[in-house]
């Protein structure tokens, strides 16, 4: 079974500064997705970025990008410029990726983390 | 596109009821749908996997008989809590994966938020 560890409950960050999310996972799988959810107040679940295990490239999308370490099964996330809206749950996930099998293409979500954007 | 509704959004009950939950993907067809639970400020428990057409694979844990799981079609799943009760309360969230997409994105409901008085 996968596990994946936040080991951050909460953080925060002044706005317009940088903050680094951690997330490290443990799996004897080769061929996986890597996730980073953002739950805002309203529930609704939003992805904010994949990363594909057999990709070396680290995921980007626009201020948000990931430092994914293969060997060290770690896959933080990395938010530039932060804004008011990024206050949010933000939790990993991990996605097995086999043609076969339970728990195939399901998602293992981290405990979360609680950031908090300050003015 | 790829949106996914739920309704009810809020639903309370008095214990000994059963509640109905909808999950609809609303512009794409899903052949698999999966169901969490969210305890407050507690992470996503995935609680059943269902695919269309065929009986609900449920997580270790979880009671089949309790938490009823409906795929009839491909645009929609249902979530029936038999004999709620209050520790049955809990924020109940659906996601879907689109048919034929290639497994590695599910869309997500707004999630159900279910008392149990």
């Known amino acids: 079974a996968q596990t994946v560890t936040q080991s951050q409950p909460e953080m925060s960050v002044q706005e317009a500064e940088t903050v680094t999310l951690s997330c490290t996972y443990d799996?004897?799988?080769?061929?996986?997705?890597l996730f980073w959810y953002k739950q805002p107040p309203s529930r609704q679940m939003i992805l904010v970025i994949r990363?594909?295990?057999?990709?070396?490239q680290n995921a980007t999308e626009n201020r948000f990008s990931v430092n994914f370490q293969k060997a060290a099964k770690s896959f933080s996330l990395k938010i530039s410029d932060s804004q008011l809206g990024d206050t949010a749950m933000y939790f990993c996930?991990?996605?097995?990726?086999?043609?076969?099998?339970?728990?195939?293409?399901?998602?293992?979500f981290g405990k979360g983390t609680k950031l908090s954007v300050i003015p | 596109g790829a949106v996914v509704s739920q309704h009810p959004s809020r639903v309370i009950c008095k214990s000994g009821t059963s509640v109905k939950i909808e999950c609809r993907s609303l512009?794409?067809?899903?052949?698999?749908m999966f169901w969490y639970r969210q305890f407050p400020k507690k992470s996503l428990m995935l609680m059943a996997t269902?695919?269309?057409?065929?009986?609900?694979?449920?997580e270790q844990g979880v009671e089949k008989d309790k938490f009823l799981i409906n795929h009839a079609s491909l645009t929609l799943s249902t979530l029936t809590v038999t004999s709620a009760h209050p520790e049955d309360s809990s924020f109940y969230i659906c996601s879907a994966e689109e048919r034929g997409g290639s497994h590695n994105e599910q869309f997500f409901g707004p999630g159900t938020r279910l008392t149990v008085l």
């Open positions: 512009d794409f067809q899903a052949t698999t």
């Open positions: 990363q594909e295990a057999y990709k070396q």
């Open positions: 996930a991990f996605m097995k990726l086999s043609y076969s099998g339970a728990g195939s293409y399901q998602l293992t």
């Open positions: 269902s695919n269309e057409g065929s009986k609900a694979t449920y």
């Open positions: 799996t004897s799988e080769n061929n996986y997705y």
